[in-house]
Protein backbone atom coordinates (compact mmCIF):
# COMPACT_ATOMS: atom_id res chain seq x y z
CA UNK A 1 0.00 0.00 0.00
CA UNK A 2 2.53 2.22 1.46
CA UNK A 3 4.40 1.14 -2.35
CA UNK A 4 1.27 2.00 -4.51
CA UNK A 5 1.21 5.75 -2.86
CA UNK A 6 4.81 6.07 -2.92
CA UNK A 7 4.47 5.34 -6.89
CA UNK A 8 1.50 7.45 -7.36
CA UNK A 9 3.46 10.30 -5.68
CA UNK A 10 6.72 10.45 -8.16
CA UNK A 11 3.41 9.96 -10.85
CA UNK A 12 2.12 13.25 -9.75
CA UNK A 13 5.44 14.90 -9.63
CA UNK A 14 6.62 13.84 -12.60
CA UNK A 15 2.93 14.95 -14.20
CA UNK A 16 4.03 18.21 -13.04
CA UNK A 17 7.41 18.27 -14.73
CA UNK A 18 5.69 17.76 -17.77
CA UNK A 19 2.84 20.06 -17.51
CA UNK A 20 4.58 22.91 -15.69
CA UNK A 21 6.07 24.75 -19.01
CA UNK A 22 2.68 24.52 -20.32
CA UNK A 23 1.13 25.94 -17.37
CA UNK A 24 4.21 28.74 -17.44
CA UNK A 25 3.29 29.37 -21.23
CA UNK A 26 -0.10 29.89 -20.69
CA UNK A 27 -0.31 32.23 -17.30
CA UNK A 28 2.39 34.23 -18.74
CA UNK A 29 0.54 34.84 -21.84
CA UNK A 30 -2.33 35.69 -19.36
CA UNK A 31 -1.02 38.36 -17.04
CA UNK A 32 -1.39 41.71 -17.69
CA UNK A 33 1.09 43.85 -19.33
CA UNK A 34 3.90 44.77 -17.00
CA UNK A 35 3.22 42.26 -14.40
CA UNK A 36 4.85 39.83 -16.65
CA UNK A 37 8.39 40.92 -16.17
CA UNK A 38 8.83 41.26 -12.23
CA UNK A 39 10.37 40.32 -9.44
CA UNK A 40 7.47 39.25 -7.55
CA UNK A 41 7.52 35.67 -6.70
CA UNK A 42 4.27 35.40 -9.17
CA UNK A 43 3.90 31.62 -9.74
CA UNK A 44 0.38 31.83 -9.18
CA UNK A 45 -1.81 34.59 -11.81
CA UNK A 46 -4.36 36.67 -9.58
CA UNK A 47 -5.49 38.40 -12.81
CA UNK A 48 -6.07 37.45 -16.56
CA UNK A 49 -6.18 39.36 -19.57
CA UNK A 50 -6.14 38.44 -23.00
CA UNK A 51 -4.24 41.49 -24.52
CA UNK A 52 -1.19 39.55 -24.81
CA UNK A 53 -2.84 37.56 -27.39
CA UNK A 54 -4.12 40.29 -29.08
CA UNK A 55 -0.64 41.71 -29.52
CA UNK A 56 0.99 38.94 -30.84
CA UNK A 57 -1.88 38.40 -33.49
CA UNK A 58 -1.67 41.71 -34.56
CA UNK A 59 2.61 42.14 -34.53
CA UNK A 60 3.77 42.35 -38.05
CA UNK A 61 4.44 39.61 -39.59
CA UNK A 62 2.54 37.19 -37.13
CA UNK A 63 -0.45 36.76 -39.53
CA UNK A 64 1.73 36.09 -42.52
CA UNK A 65 3.85 33.69 -41.21
CA UNK A 66 1.15 31.92 -39.42
CA UNK A 67 -0.67 31.67 -42.97
CA UNK A 68 2.61 30.85 -44.76
CA UNK A 69 2.80 27.55 -42.32
CA UNK A 70 -0.33 26.47 -42.69
CA UNK A 71 0.09 26.84 -46.91
CA UNK A 72 3.36 24.57 -47.11
CA UNK A 73 2.64 22.35 -44.06
CA UNK A 74 -0.79 21.10 -45.40
CA UNK A 75 0.51 21.24 -49.46
CA UNK A 76 3.10 18.93 -48.63
CA UNK A 77 1.47 16.59 -46.69
CA UNK A 78 -1.70 16.76 -48.77
CA UNK A 79 1.03 15.80 -51.58
CA UNK A 80 3.10 12.92 -49.26
CA UNK A 81 -0.13 11.20 -48.48
CA UNK A 82 -1.42 10.87 -52.11
CA UNK A 83 1.94 9.97 -53.02
CA UNK A 84 2.58 7.37 -50.37
CA UNK A 85 -1.29 5.97 -50.20
CA UNK A 86 -0.34 4.94 -54.05
CA UNK A 87 2.73 3.66 -53.35
CA UNK A 88 1.67 1.72 -50.00
CA UNK A 89 -1.09 0.04 -52.06
CA UNK A 90 1.47 -1.20 -54.72
CA UNK A 91 3.84 -2.80 -51.96
CA UNK A 92 1.30 -4.21 -49.87
CA UNK A 93 -1.21 -5.38 -52.50
CA UNK A 94 0.87 -6.71 -55.66
CA UNK A 95 3.87 -8.85 -56.10
CA UNK A 96 6.11 -7.44 -58.56
CA UNK A 97 9.89 -7.66 -59.09
CA UNK A 98 11.77 -5.57 -57.19
CA UNK A 99 9.39 -5.00 -54.84
CA UNK A 100 11.64 -6.04 -51.16
CA UNK A 101 14.25 -3.29 -53.02
CA UNK A 102 11.72 -0.76 -52.78
CA UNK A 103 10.30 -1.90 -49.25
CA UNK A 104 13.94 -1.30 -48.04
CA UNK A 105 14.38 1.88 -49.62
CA UNK A 106 11.49 3.38 -47.87
CA UNK A 107 12.60 2.60 -44.93
CA UNK A 108 16.50 3.73 -45.27
CA UNK A 109 15.12 6.61 -46.56
CA UNK A 110 12.88 7.48 -43.63
CA UNK A 111 16.27 7.75 -41.44
CA UNK A 112 18.19 9.37 -44.22
CA UNK A 113 19.38 12.77 -41.90
CA UNK A 114 18.17 15.55 -43.81
CA UNK A 115 20.16 18.07 -42.07
CA UNK A 116 23.40 16.85 -43.61
CA UNK A 117 21.56 17.41 -47.24
CA UNK A 118 20.99 20.59 -46.38
CA UNK A 119 23.76 21.94 -48.69
CA UNK A 120 23.06 20.59 -51.76
CA UNK A 121 19.58 21.13 -50.99
CA UNK A 122 20.10 24.82 -50.82
CA UNK A 123 22.16 24.77 -53.82
CA UNK A 124 19.35 22.00 -55.71
CA UNK A 125 16.72 24.84 -54.58
CA UNK A 126 18.98 27.86 -56.06
CA UNK A 127 19.81 25.93 -59.41
CA UNK A 128 15.53 25.14 -59.94
CA UNK A 129 14.82 29.30 -59.28
CA UNK A 130 12.61 28.02 -56.07
CA UNK A 131 15.11 29.66 -53.58
CA UNK A 132 12.92 32.16 -51.51
CA UNK A 133 9.63 30.15 -52.64
CA UNK A 134 7.54 28.54 -50.39
CA UNK A 135 7.30 26.30 -52.75
CA UNK A 136 11.39 24.56 -52.25
CA UNK A 137 9.97 24.52 -48.74
CA UNK A 138 6.92 22.51 -49.89
CA UNK A 139 8.90 20.02 -52.04
CA UNK A 140 11.46 19.75 -48.77
CA UNK A 141 8.89 18.89 -46.39
CA UNK A 142 7.05 16.58 -49.32
CA UNK A 143 10.52 14.66 -48.71
CA UNK A 144 11.22 14.30 -45.50
CA UNK A 145 7.41 13.41 -44.93
CA UNK A 146 7.04 11.16 -47.62
CA UNK A 147 9.33 7.80 -46.93
CA UNK A 148 7.36 8.07 -43.56
CA UNK A 149 4.08 7.96 -45.34
CA UNK A 150 4.41 5.31 -47.43
CA UNK A 151 5.89 2.92 -44.99
CA UNK A 152 2.98 3.81 -42.39
CA UNK A 153 0.27 3.39 -44.55
CA UNK A 154 1.80 0.47 -45.99
CA UNK A 155 1.39 -0.96 -42.75
CA UNK A 156 -2.21 0.32 -42.24
CA UNK A 157 -3.12 -1.33 -46.28
CA UNK A 158 -1.43 -4.73 -44.63
CA UNK A 159 -4.04 -4.69 -41.66
CA UNK A 160 -7.08 -4.70 -44.06
CA UNK A 161 -7.69 -8.01 -45.41
CA UNK A 162 -7.29 -8.58 -48.61
CA UNK A 163 -10.27 -10.91 -49.43
CA UNK A 164 -12.43 -7.84 -48.55
CA UNK A 165 -11.33 -6.10 -52.16
CA UNK A 166 -11.69 -9.87 -53.98
CA UNK A 167 -15.29 -9.79 -52.61
CA UNK A 168 -16.09 -6.42 -53.92
CA UNK A 169 -14.71 -7.28 -57.23
CA UNK A 170 -16.75 -10.34 -57.41
CA UNK A 171 -19.23 -8.62 -56.50
CA UNK A 172 -18.23 -6.26 -59.87
CA UNK A 173 -16.21 -3.70 -58.80
CA UNK A 174 -13.15 -2.77 -60.73
CA UNK A 175 -10.09 -2.60 -59.19
CA UNK A 176 -10.36 1.19 -58.18
CA UNK A 177 -14.02 0.90 -57.17
CA UNK A 178 -12.91 -2.12 -54.70
CA UNK A 179 -10.02 0.35 -53.55
CA UNK A 180 -12.61 3.73 -53.19
CA UNK A 181 -15.13 1.92 -51.45
CA UNK A 182 -13.35 -0.69 -49.12
CA UNK A 183 -9.66 -0.37 -49.04
CA UNK A 184 -10.38 3.90 -47.94
CA UNK A 185 -12.82 3.82 -45.82
CA UNK A 186 -11.04 1.60 -43.91
CA UNK A 187 -7.63 3.35 -43.68
CA UNK A 188 -9.25 6.08 -43.04
CA UNK A 189 -7.75 6.02 -38.96
CA UNK A 190 -4.66 4.83 -40.61
CA UNK A 191 -5.18 8.13 -43.13
CA UNK A 192 -5.63 10.60 -40.14
CA UNK A 193 -2.64 9.18 -37.51
CA UNK A 194 -0.19 9.14 -40.55
CA UNK A 195 -1.21 12.89 -41.45
CA UNK A 196 -1.06 14.00 -38.27
CA UNK A 197 2.56 13.13 -37.56
CA UNK A 198 4.08 14.10 -40.84
CA UNK A 199 2.29 17.43 -40.08
CA UNK A 200 3.84 17.65 -36.69
CA UNK A 201 7.28 17.14 -38.91
CA UNK A 202 6.97 19.72 -41.42
CA UNK A 203 5.05 22.19 -38.76
CA UNK A 204 8.13 21.65 -36.49
CA UNK A 205 10.77 22.18 -39.11
CA UNK A 206 13.15 25.32 -38.52
CA UNK A 207 16.76 24.37 -40.14
CA UNK A 208 15.62 24.35 -43.88
CA UNK A 209 12.76 27.50 -43.08
CA UNK A 210 15.75 29.23 -42.33
CA UNK A 211 18.17 28.73 -45.01
CA UNK A 212 15.76 28.86 -48.07
CA UNK A 213 13.39 31.83 -47.13
CA UNK A 214 15.12 35.23 -46.12
CA UNK A 215 12.57 37.39 -46.76
CA UNK A 216 10.33 38.28 -44.19
CA UNK A 217 6.92 37.87 -45.71
CA UNK A 218 7.73 34.76 -46.92
CA UNK A 219 8.66 33.21 -42.92
CA UNK A 220 7.26 30.69 -41.19
CA UNK A 221 6.09 30.39 -37.98
CA UNK A 222 9.09 28.46 -36.53
CA UNK A 223 11.55 31.07 -37.84
CA UNK A 224 9.09 33.62 -37.16
CA UNK A 225 9.09 33.01 -33.21
CA UNK A 226 12.83 32.37 -33.09
CA UNK A 227 13.15 36.05 -34.23
CA UNK A 228 10.73 37.17 -31.40
CA UNK A 229 12.88 38.99 -29.43
CA UNK A 230 13.42 41.65 -32.65
CA UNK A 231 9.39 41.50 -32.32
CA UNK A 232 8.72 41.40 -28.29
CA UNK A 233 11.59 42.85 -27.18
CA UNK A 234 11.79 41.85 -23.67
CA UNK A 235 7.83 40.95 -23.95
CA UNK A 236 7.88 37.59 -22.58
CA UNK A 237 3.87 37.66 -22.34
CA UNK A 238 3.50 38.52 -26.37
CA UNK A 239 5.78 35.93 -26.72
CA UNK A 240 4.31 33.22 -24.65
CA UNK A 241 1.10 34.52 -26.22
CA UNK A 242 2.54 33.97 -29.80
CA UNK A 243 3.92 30.83 -28.36
CA UNK A 244 0.24 29.62 -27.46
CA UNK A 245 -1.34 30.58 -30.57
CA UNK A 246 1.65 28.21 -32.23
CA UNK A 247 0.70 25.42 -30.38
CA UNK A 248 -2.83 25.14 -30.52
CA UNK A 249 -2.89 23.95 -34.15
CA UNK A 250 -0.49 21.02 -33.19
CA UNK A 251 -2.18 20.48 -30.41
CA UNK A 252 -5.88 20.24 -31.85
CA UNK A 253 -4.08 17.72 -33.84
CA UNK A 254 -2.97 15.65 -31.26
CA UNK A 255 -5.90 15.55 -29.89
CA UNK A 256 -7.47 14.47 -32.99
CA UNK A 257 -5.61 11.41 -33.36
CA UNK A 258 -6.45 10.35 -30.02
CA UNK A 259 -9.87 10.17 -30.85
CA UNK A 260 -9.00 8.76 -34.01
CA UNK A 261 -6.89 6.14 -32.65
CA UNK A 262 -10.37 4.49 -30.82
CA UNK A 263 -12.10 4.63 -33.66
CA UNK A 264 -9.41 2.89 -35.46
CA UNK A 265 -9.56 0.10 -33.06
CA UNK A 266 -13.59 -0.01 -33.03
CA UNK A 267 -13.23 0.03 -36.94
CA UNK A 268 -10.85 -3.26 -36.50
CA UNK A 269 -13.87 -5.07 -34.90
CA UNK A 270 -15.56 -5.15 -38.19
CA UNK A 271 -12.93 -7.39 -39.47
CA UNK A 272 -13.78 -10.32 -36.68
CA UNK B 1 23.53 3.95 -47.31
CA UNK B 2 20.53 5.46 -48.86
CA UNK B 3 22.34 5.72 -52.32
CA UNK B 4 23.45 1.91 -52.57
CA UNK B 5 19.84 1.40 -52.18
CA UNK B 6 18.70 3.91 -54.57
CA UNK B 7 20.64 2.21 -57.14
CA UNK B 8 19.47 -1.02 -56.41
CA UNK B 9 15.98 -0.07 -57.21
CA UNK B 10 16.60 1.81 -60.07
CA UNK B 11 17.10 -1.36 -62.11
CA UNK B 12 13.85 -2.96 -61.66
CA UNK B 13 12.25 0.66 -62.25
CA UNK B 14 13.42 0.53 -65.40
CA UNK B 15 11.01 -2.26 -66.44
CA UNK B 16 8.33 0.10 -66.49
CA UNK B 17 8.00 0.22 -70.48
CA UNK B 18 8.68 -3.40 -71.48
CA UNK B 19 5.81 -5.23 -69.80
CA UNK B 20 7.52 -8.54 -70.47
CA UNK B 21 8.17 -9.75 -66.75
CA UNK B 22 10.47 -12.58 -65.58
CA UNK B 23 7.62 -15.17 -64.70
CA UNK B 24 9.47 -16.49 -61.51
CA UNK B 25 8.97 -13.14 -59.52
CA UNK B 26 5.07 -12.85 -60.15
CA UNK B 27 4.05 -15.03 -57.38
CA UNK B 28 0.36 -15.17 -56.47
CA UNK B 29 -0.86 -12.23 -57.37
CA UNK B 30 -1.72 -13.05 -60.76
CA UNK B 31 -4.19 -15.40 -59.81
CA UNK B 32 -6.19 -12.38 -58.84
CA UNK B 33 -6.40 -10.60 -61.75
CA UNK B 34 -9.65 -9.99 -63.37
CA UNK B 35 -8.33 -8.09 -66.28
CA UNK B 36 -5.12 -9.65 -67.60
CA UNK B 37 -2.41 -7.64 -69.88
CA UNK B 38 -0.18 -4.93 -70.14
CA UNK B 39 -1.87 -2.54 -67.65
CA UNK B 40 -2.25 -4.70 -65.28
CA UNK B 41 1.16 -5.79 -65.14
CA UNK B 42 2.61 -1.99 -65.42
CA UNK B 43 0.09 -1.53 -62.68
CA UNK B 44 2.11 -1.25 -59.43
CA UNK B 45 5.11 0.35 -61.26
CA UNK B 46 2.76 3.26 -61.96
CA UNK B 47 1.76 3.38 -58.81
CA UNK B 48 5.39 3.35 -57.03
CA UNK B 49 6.78 5.90 -60.29
CA UNK B 50 5.34 9.14 -57.97
CA UNK B 51 6.94 7.55 -54.92
CA UNK B 52 10.26 6.95 -56.67
CA UNK B 53 10.51 9.31 -58.84
CA UNK B 54 10.26 11.90 -56.27
CA UNK B 55 12.47 9.88 -53.91
CA UNK B 56 15.38 9.66 -56.14
CA UNK B 57 14.86 13.06 -56.97
CA UNK B 58 14.47 14.76 -53.88
CA UNK B 59 16.93 12.41 -51.74
CA UNK B 60 18.73 10.41 -53.96
CA UNK B 61 20.12 13.61 -56.08
CA UNK B 62 21.08 15.42 -52.92
CA UNK B 63 23.08 12.13 -51.07
CA UNK B 64 25.41 11.89 -54.22
CA UNK B 65 25.70 16.02 -54.53
CA UNK B 66 26.85 16.48 -51.04
CA UNK B 67 29.74 14.00 -51.86
CA UNK B 68 30.51 15.78 -54.79
CA UNK B 69 30.47 19.54 -53.57
CA UNK B 70 32.27 18.04 -50.98
CA UNK B 71 35.24 17.40 -54.03
CA UNK B 72 35.25 20.84 -55.40
CA UNK B 73 35.77 24.70 -54.17
CA UNK B 74 32.43 26.19 -53.62
CA UNK B 75 32.43 29.54 -52.26
CA UNK B 76 30.17 32.49 -52.97
CA UNK B 77 32.10 33.32 -56.05
CA UNK B 78 32.14 30.31 -57.36
CA UNK B 79 28.76 30.00 -57.03
CA UNK B 80 27.70 33.18 -58.96
CA UNK B 81 30.24 32.62 -61.49
CA UNK B 82 29.06 28.97 -62.24
CA UNK B 83 32.56 27.73 -61.99
CA UNK B 84 33.29 24.05 -60.98
CA UNK B 85 36.39 23.88 -59.13
CA UNK B 86 37.87 20.81 -58.48
CA UNK B 87 39.77 20.82 -55.48
CA UNK B 88 40.25 16.71 -54.72
CA UNK B 89 40.73 16.21 -50.88
CA UNK B 90 41.28 19.48 -49.78
CA UNK B 91 37.84 20.30 -48.45
CA UNK B 92 38.44 17.34 -45.97
CA UNK B 93 42.24 18.27 -45.06
CA UNK B 94 41.01 21.99 -44.55
CA UNK B 95 38.25 20.11 -41.92
CA UNK B 96 39.76 17.18 -40.32
CA UNK B 97 43.20 19.78 -39.53
CA UNK B 98 40.72 22.05 -37.58
CA UNK B 99 41.51 21.59 -34.13
CA UNK B 100 37.70 22.79 -33.83
CA UNK B 101 36.26 20.17 -35.58
CA UNK B 102 37.34 17.76 -33.31
CA UNK B 103 36.66 19.44 -30.22
CA UNK B 104 33.04 19.75 -31.94
CA UNK B 105 32.44 16.41 -32.77
CA UNK B 106 33.31 14.82 -29.78
CA UNK B 107 30.90 17.67 -28.38
CA UNK B 108 28.30 16.47 -30.85
CA UNK B 109 28.95 12.31 -29.57
CA UNK B 110 28.91 12.82 -26.05
CA UNK B 111 25.55 15.56 -25.94
CA UNK B 112 23.85 12.63 -28.06
CA UNK B 113 25.10 9.58 -25.68
CA UNK B 114 24.11 11.89 -22.85
CA UNK B 115 20.73 13.27 -24.22
CA UNK B 116 19.93 9.81 -25.63
CA UNK B 117 20.48 7.87 -22.26
CA UNK B 118 18.17 10.51 -20.13
CA UNK B 119 15.60 10.02 -22.15
CA UNK B 120 15.50 6.31 -23.12
CA UNK B 121 16.29 5.49 -19.44
CA UNK B 122 13.80 7.94 -17.91
CA UNK B 123 11.47 6.84 -20.79
CA UNK B 124 11.55 3.18 -19.50
CA UNK B 125 11.22 4.03 -15.68
CA UNK B 126 7.94 6.21 -16.91
CA UNK B 127 6.65 3.35 -18.73
CA UNK B 128 7.41 0.79 -15.59
CA UNK B 129 6.24 3.46 -13.10
CA UNK B 130 3.01 3.56 -15.34
CA UNK B 131 1.70 -0.10 -14.97
CA UNK B 132 1.59 0.38 -11.18
CA UNK B 133 -0.59 3.69 -10.69
CA UNK B 134 -3.92 4.39 -10.34
CA UNK B 135 -5.62 4.94 -12.85
CA UNK B 136 -6.72 8.11 -12.74
CA UNK B 137 -2.99 9.56 -11.59
CA UNK B 138 -1.77 7.48 -14.88
CA UNK B 139 -4.18 9.56 -16.84
CA UNK B 140 -2.99 12.76 -15.64
CA UNK B 141 0.48 11.84 -16.14
CA UNK B 142 -0.54 10.52 -19.85
CA UNK B 143 -2.06 14.05 -20.78
CA UNK B 144 0.56 16.15 -18.88
CA UNK B 145 3.16 14.44 -21.42
CA UNK B 146 0.88 15.06 -24.21
CA UNK B 147 1.24 18.35 -23.31
CA UNK B 148 4.65 18.52 -23.70
CA UNK B 149 4.67 16.46 -27.19
CA UNK B 150 2.66 18.15 -28.59
CA UNK B 151 4.21 21.57 -28.17
CA UNK B 152 6.04 23.01 -31.22
CA UNK B 153 9.91 22.90 -30.76
CA UNK B 154 10.12 26.78 -31.32
CA UNK B 155 7.32 27.28 -28.77
CA UNK B 156 8.80 24.96 -26.25
CA UNK B 157 12.22 26.29 -26.96
CA UNK B 158 11.03 30.06 -26.32
CA UNK B 159 9.44 28.88 -22.85
CA UNK B 160 11.86 27.31 -21.94
CA UNK B 161 13.90 30.49 -22.80
CA UNK B 162 11.88 32.47 -20.51
CA UNK B 163 11.45 29.91 -17.69
CA UNK B 164 15.70 30.49 -17.66
CA UNK B 165 15.74 34.18 -18.11
CA UNK B 166 18.57 35.24 -16.03
CA UNK B 167 16.54 38.12 -14.17
CA UNK B 168 13.08 37.01 -14.21
CA UNK B 169 12.74 33.57 -14.88
CA UNK B 170 10.82 31.44 -12.47
CA UNK B 171 13.93 28.95 -11.97
CA UNK B 172 15.86 31.73 -10.27
CA UNK B 173 13.27 33.41 -8.89
CA UNK B 174 12.52 30.27 -7.32
CA UNK B 175 15.56 29.27 -5.88
CA UNK B 176 16.01 32.21 -4.48
CA UNK B 177 12.27 31.55 -2.55
CA UNK B 178 14.02 28.35 -1.33
CA UNK B 179 17.39 29.74 -0.09
CA UNK B 180 19.48 30.16 -3.14
CA UNK B 181 20.33 33.67 -3.09
CA UNK B 182 23.55 33.10 -5.63
CA UNK B 183 21.01 32.23 -8.04
CA UNK B 184 19.38 36.20 -8.01
CA UNK B 185 20.45 37.44 -11.93
CA UNK B 186 22.37 33.46 -12.43
CA UNK B 187 22.97 33.31 -15.88
CA UNK B 188 22.45 29.68 -17.06
CA UNK B 189 23.82 30.32 -20.48
CA UNK B 190 27.43 31.80 -18.99
CA UNK B 191 29.18 28.27 -20.67
CA UNK B 192 28.84 25.60 -23.67
CA UNK B 193 28.29 23.56 -20.65
CA UNK B 194 25.59 25.09 -18.91
CA UNK B 195 23.86 26.05 -22.06
CA UNK B 196 24.25 22.17 -23.62
CA UNK B 197 22.27 21.04 -20.33
CA UNK B 198 19.86 23.54 -20.66
CA UNK B 199 19.14 22.55 -24.30
CA UNK B 200 19.74 18.78 -23.47
CA UNK B 201 16.96 19.19 -20.28
CA UNK B 202 14.60 20.34 -23.24
CA UNK B 203 15.04 17.78 -25.58
CA UNK B 204 14.75 15.01 -22.91
CA UNK B 205 11.54 16.55 -21.31
CA UNK B 206 10.08 16.69 -25.55
CA UNK B 207 11.74 12.88 -26.06
CA UNK B 208 10.22 11.68 -23.28
CA UNK B 209 6.78 11.50 -24.09
CA UNK B 210 7.05 9.50 -27.13
CA UNK B 211 9.77 6.67 -25.39
CA UNK B 212 7.49 6.20 -22.13
CA UNK B 213 4.21 5.68 -24.51
CA UNK B 214 6.19 3.49 -26.33
CA UNK B 215 7.69 1.68 -24.14
CA UNK B 216 4.08 1.34 -22.06
CA UNK B 217 2.52 0.16 -25.01
CA UNK B 218 5.31 -2.78 -25.44
CA UNK B 219 4.96 -3.62 -21.41
CA UNK B 220 1.18 -3.47 -21.39
CA UNK B 221 1.38 -6.39 -24.63
CA UNK B 222 3.50 -8.97 -22.18
CA UNK B 223 1.16 -11.51 -21.56
CA UNK B 224 -0.04 -11.99 -17.92
CA UNK B 225 0.90 -15.38 -16.89
CA UNK B 226 4.51 -14.59 -17.25
CA UNK B 227 4.21 -12.66 -14.37
CA UNK B 228 2.23 -15.11 -12.52
CA UNK B 229 4.59 -17.62 -13.16
CA UNK B 230 7.71 -15.46 -11.85
CA UNK B 231 5.64 -14.90 -8.34
CA UNK B 232 4.67 -18.61 -8.14
CA UNK B 233 8.45 -19.05 -8.33
CA UNK B 234 8.90 -16.91 -6.08
CA UNK B 235 10.71 -14.29 -8.12
CA UNK B 236 11.77 -10.96 -6.51
CA UNK B 237 10.50 -7.69 -8.25
CA UNK B 238 14.33 -7.54 -9.72
CA UNK B 239 14.30 -11.08 -10.82
CA UNK B 240 11.23 -10.64 -12.52
CA UNK B 241 12.43 -7.31 -14.39
CA UNK B 242 15.68 -9.70 -15.65
CA UNK B 243 13.68 -12.59 -16.35
CA UNK B 244 10.53 -11.81 -17.69
CA UNK B 245 9.98 -7.95 -18.72
CA UNK B 246 13.47 -7.48 -20.10
CA UNK B 247 13.84 -10.45 -22.96
CA UNK B 248 10.19 -9.32 -24.05
CA UNK B 249 10.88 -5.27 -24.53
CA UNK B 250 14.67 -5.75 -25.29
CA UNK B 251 13.93 -5.45 -29.53
CA UNK B 252 11.55 -2.77 -28.27
CA UNK B 253 14.41 -0.67 -26.41
CA UNK B 254 16.84 -1.37 -28.81
CA UNK B 255 14.91 0.25 -31.40
CA UNK B 256 13.83 3.60 -29.93
CA UNK B 257 17.15 4.51 -28.81
CA UNK B 258 18.20 3.86 -32.16
CA UNK B 259 15.82 6.29 -33.26
CA UNK B 260 16.56 8.72 -30.51
CA UNK B 261 20.14 8.47 -31.54
CA UNK B 262 19.16 9.49 -35.02
CA UNK B 263 16.90 12.23 -33.82
CA UNK B 264 19.17 13.54 -30.89
CA UNK B 265 22.59 13.42 -32.81
CA UNK B 266 21.57 16.57 -35.77
CA UNK B 267 19.45 18.56 -33.10
CA UNK B 268 19.91 22.22 -34.97
CA UNK B 269 17.13 24.63 -34.04
CA UNK B 270 16.81 24.15 -30.03
CA UNK B 271 20.97 24.94 -29.98
CA UNK B 272 20.45 27.32 -32.40
CA UNK B 273 17.58 29.25 -31.02
CA UNK B 274 19.19 29.20 -27.62
CA UNK B 275 22.79 31.09 -28.33
CA UNK B 276 23.64 30.42 -32.25
CA UNK B 277 26.21 27.66 -30.75
CA UNK B 278 27.97 30.17 -28.17
CA UNK B 279 29.15 31.70 -26.12
CA UNK B 280 31.87 31.80 -28.12
CA UNK B 281 30.78 28.97 -29.76
CA UNK B 282 31.23 26.32 -26.66
CA UNK B 283 27.94 24.79 -27.63
CA UNK B 284 28.42 24.28 -31.08
CA UNK B 285 27.73 21.05 -32.77
CA UNK B 286 27.89 19.45 -35.91
CA UNK B 287 24.59 20.59 -36.96
CA UNK B 288 25.36 24.06 -36.00
CA UNK B 289 29.17 23.89 -37.55
CA UNK B 290 27.82 22.91 -40.89
CA UNK B 291 25.44 26.02 -40.82
CA UNK B 292 27.90 28.57 -39.89
CA UNK B 293 30.36 26.95 -42.51
CA UNK B 294 28.32 26.73 -45.23
CA UNK B 295 25.57 29.47 -45.12
CA UNK B 296 26.80 31.78 -42.90
CA UNK B 297 29.97 31.84 -44.40
CA UNK B 298 29.33 30.54 -47.86
CA UNK B 299 32.12 27.75 -47.94
CA UNK B 300 29.62 25.32 -49.71
CA UNK B 301 32.50 22.86 -50.48
CA UNK B 302 33.72 23.06 -46.78
CA UNK B 303 30.26 22.07 -45.14
CA UNK B 304 29.25 19.41 -47.76
CA UNK B 305 32.52 17.90 -46.82
CA UNK B 306 31.73 18.44 -42.82
CA UNK B 307 28.02 17.05 -43.98
CA UNK B 308 29.76 13.93 -45.36
CA UNK B 309 31.43 13.76 -41.97
CA UNK B 310 28.25 13.70 -40.16
CA UNK B 311 26.44 11.00 -41.94
CA UNK B 312 30.17 8.66 -41.36
CA UNK B 313 29.82 9.39 -37.86
CA UNK B 314 25.77 8.90 -37.56
CA UNK B 315 26.89 5.95 -39.52
CA UNK B 316 29.68 4.04 -37.54
CA UNK B 317 27.43 4.87 -34.48
CA UNK B 318 24.30 3.13 -35.71
CA UNK B 319 25.89 0.68 -38.31
CA UNK B 320 25.51 -2.79 -36.32
CA UNK B 321 21.90 -1.88 -35.64
CA UNK B 322 20.70 -0.70 -38.77
CA UNK B 323 22.24 -3.85 -40.78
CA UNK B 324 20.29 -5.95 -37.71
CA UNK B 325 17.36 -3.99 -38.88
CA UNK B 326 17.25 -4.67 -42.72
CA UNK B 327 17.86 -7.84 -42.24
CA UNK B 328 14.70 -8.62 -40.03
CA UNK B 329 12.91 -6.35 -42.03
CA UNK B 330 13.64 -8.09 -45.23
CA UNK B 331 12.81 -11.38 -43.65
CA UNK B 332 9.64 -9.87 -43.32
CA UNK B 333 8.78 -8.45 -46.18
Given amino acids: ?272 | MTAVKTTETAAPAGDITPPALPPAVTGGAPKRRHRGGAFDRALPYLLLAPALIAILWLIGFPVVSVFVTSFRQLNLGELVRGEIVWTGIDNYVTVLQDERFWTVTLRTVAFTIAVVGASVGTGLLIALLMRVLTPWVRIALQVAMLCAWAMPILASTTVYQWMFDQNYGILNKTLVQLGFDSFAGYSWFSSGTSTLSVVGLLIVWQAIPFLAFSLYAGLVGIPRDLYEAAGIDGATGWQTFRAVTWPEIRSLLMMVTFLSTLWDFKVFAQIWVFREGGPSGESTTLAVLQYLEGIAKSHFGVAAAISVLMMIILGLITFQYLRRLLQTEEGKI
Fill in chain 1, 1 to 272: MLKKSAANAAGLLLALFFLFPTYWMITSALKPKGSTITSDYDLIPFSVTFTNFITAWTKPGFLSALGNSLMVTLTAVLAAIIVGITAAVAMSRFAFRGRKSFVLLMLVAQMAPFEALLIPMFLMMRDLQLYEHLSSLVLVYFAVTLPFCAWTLRGFVNGIPVELEEAAMVDGCGRWGAFQKVTLPLLGPGLVATSVFAFITAWNEFLFAKVLIRSQDLETLPVWLSGFQTAFGTDWGGAMAASALFTVPALVFFLIVQRKMVAGVTAGAVKG
